[in-house]
């Protein structure tokens, strides 16, 4: 069974950087899309951004130009660059990854990790 741990969360300044990393764990061939959603208190998941097989990115209008989102295949890990953090950017950031390749004709599909917490604040 795959599984996704996120870390690099924490607390910021406004203007601050931080970096995310996700790795997923198991017995991997590929995964396909690997995305960022992010929660803040009182609202509902929103993506952030996504990277589709290592090279194809979107983002969210709210975070274009800020962030970044990239991958490293060979170690089946995600990263986002956030840049420029605001405080409405404070929200537990949550990794997925879907379509994922764990056989020769097998896949596992929309696996989440367990979220970190992104705090921007003076």
């Known amino acids: 069974q795959v599984q996704l741990v996120e870390s690099g969360g924490g607390l910021v300044q406004p203007g601050g950087s931080l970096r995310l990393s996700c790795a997923a764990s198991g017995r991997i061939f590929s995964i396909n899309a690997m995305t960022w959603y992010r929660q803040a208190p009182g609202k509902e998941r929103e993506l952030v951004a996504s990277i589709i097989s290592g090279s194809s990115t979107n983002y969210a209008d709210s975070v274009k130009g800020r962030f970044t989102i990239s991958r490293d295949n060979a170690k089946n890990t995600v990263y986002l660059q956030m840049n420029s953090l605001k405080p409405e950017d404070t929200a537990v950031y949550y990794c997925?990854?879907?379509?994922?390749?764990?056989?020769?004709?097998?896949?596992?599909?929309?696996?989440w990790g367990q979220g970190t917490q992104v705090t921007v604040s003076s």
């Open positions: 997925n990854a879907d379509r994922i390749r764990i056989g020769p004709i097998r896949y596992e599909y929309d696996v």
